[in-house]
């Protein structure tokens, strides 16, 4: 069973049960630019026998990617899907001591777990004071982090959501709560060798993103590819510039479609953090990511098709790496294309 026209005697192709799809293993042409931005990398390079596949899959298939080191999730309610996330928090700061302390890393988006969160510690009178929290990422703005008290600042949603409102006698001091500024990025990453990360939480951005490790532009050493799997896995916590897409998400997310509102660049974690995190865990409430989206990452990872142009991708290499769906959410595609 394969895809592509005969004459594309330069792709190999392996099958794997259960799902019997395609997985492109070598593209010796050259790489497509992308139908959203030709200055930049992304997805829609990718072969269009994978994203076809990608298009194809139905919520029974997106269950059955699962893999020794890949484990797929699926939640019939928006109040398992967040408790659930939620509780990461909880078992995370529980197993934490002074000796040998421990925490989370978390994101702005989605956030409707940050005041389940609160409500846990406080309900139950959890002692949280030795546990830890990483915030993954912040808007930069004329070369300075933005301010916490603007509206879209991701360490204000962190405080107001969640931390502000633990009680103060079992919430962790503020010394233990990481959050990224231009003048901190070296003490953020060596934090990670300081403190054992149980658990690293994101979303997934239009851009195939965790965190904001975006794909890159299309310039320099990456005009004809980008960055190998092995270059891009040595980025550290950065300063980036933000793919267009993932700009214009945001502005969707955060201000209602004001694009001209929205940062262009942001300091993120990158995945050198996110490997000296013992379990990275995504979750998809289908709101964050489009159903297309939510589906070709999962391919990529459970078939290790890793490509950082969908630098979602990357983490099919992680050892425990976890994808959480809400059901409702997951959707449908139509591959309209003509070509």
Known sequence: MGYGRKKRKNIFWKTQPPLQINTLRRIAMPRPYSTINA???DYTTLDKDLLKDAAKLSEKDLGQLSRPG????????????FLAEAMEYINAWKKSTDSSPTGICGP????????????????????????????????????KEISENHPISFKKTDMDMCFNKIDKKLRMPDENLHFLKVDNIDEYSESFDNIRCLVMQGGQGDSKHWAFNDPVERKGEYKDNPPSPEEYRKLKTRIVNLHPLTVVQSSRMAGGGVLHSIPTEAITVGPVETWKSEKVSIWH??????????????????????????????????????????KGGIGTCVDHRFF
């Open 39 to 41: 200055q930049w990398w």
């Open 70 to 81: 890949f484990t797929i999730h699926m939640y019939d309610t928006y109040e398992t899907f």
């Open 108 to 143: 702005i988006g989605p956030v409707r777990q940050l005041p389940m969160v609160a409500q846990l510690v406080n309900d139950l009178q959890l002692n949280v004071r030795e546990g830890h929290f990483w915030g993954m990422d912040e808007w930069l703005v004329n070369g």
């Open 285 to 326: 409430p289908g709101y964050h990511e489009n159903p297309f989206g939510q589906r070709l990452s999962a391919l990529m990872i459970s078939k290790r098709i890793i490509d950082s142009a969908a630098p979602m991708s990357l983490l099919a290499d992680h050892p425990d790496l976890h994808f959480h769906y809400f």
